[in-house]
């Protein structure tokens, strides 16, 4: 398919797309790229000849997990967000569910879009959640990383601020199912209630999620990869994170290394990047501008 073809394609969006989200998605550059049977639809923005920035969605995401990032980063940055192998309007790999060997495979699938793309050039990775740990295995893999940044990443393996309890939204239908994915997102996502663009982008995302990523999210693979990793690490907690003790997460997985920053958002939640979005966008231009 040719690439305008592409782009008209992957461009009719949905009528109940918030108006953010469809202007994004009309201003996105869209790009396909292929491995080992599985193929990676990726959108672009920004100028094509700015530092390339990659970011990687949550686990029950897709690159809109970014909506309220894209434009802070495209000022300058040539921003990269796939939908990971399984996920949104990607392809699924080519290994079984719950494999042990289907994260590294969703890994190496990754590493060969990015490579393809922009070839050894140096790029910021930034990864949100269970996108936090992919991208401490990607960097491991690929030291031309400039920066690292990990946005209440999972892979700590460390106890939880809280055991929030989730309802199988699959069991319904209709509004109670979009009642019950509202619950899960406040209660695992956000410091208070979902406003009307969470919850879409909440329903869509879910919606198209093949890939099961709770049982590496749980673990302490990030942990274990993290030592491999020697590029500038900056990460960053909502205060009110359910899936961490931020300060203890921190300070584990910053190793007493010097070149590892982190903080904490006050008033934020998990998917901290929406829910103190002005924020997050002030601090992360900020210390990637330094670097």
Known sequence: MSEKRLNNVLNKVPDTMPAVARDLQGRARMRTTQHAGCTVQWREWGPQDGIPLVALHGGHGSWLHWLRNVDAFANKCRVLLPDMPGFGDSTDLDVPARDPAR?????????????????????????????????????????????????????????????????????????????????????????GAADADACWIHEQSCEKTRFYSKTYSRGALLADVLPDVHAPMFMLWGEEDVTAEPVKAAEFLAQNRQEREWTTIPNAGHWVQYDAASTVNVLLNYWLAQR
């Open 103 to 191: 994260l590294d495979a969703l890994v190496q699938v990754l590493k060969h879009g990015i490579e393809d793309q922009l070839g050894q050039t140096p790029f910021h990775l930034i990864g949100f959640s269970f996108g936090g740990l992919v991208a401490g295995k990607v960097a491991q893999r690929m030291p031309q990383i400039r920066t690292l940044t990990l946005l209440g990443s999972a892979g700590h393996g460390l106890r939880r601020a809280s055991e929030v309890p989730m309802r199988n939204w699959r069991e319904f239908e209709g509004e109670e199912r979009a009642s019950v994915l509202k619950e899960n997102l406040e209660a695992f996502m956000l410091a």
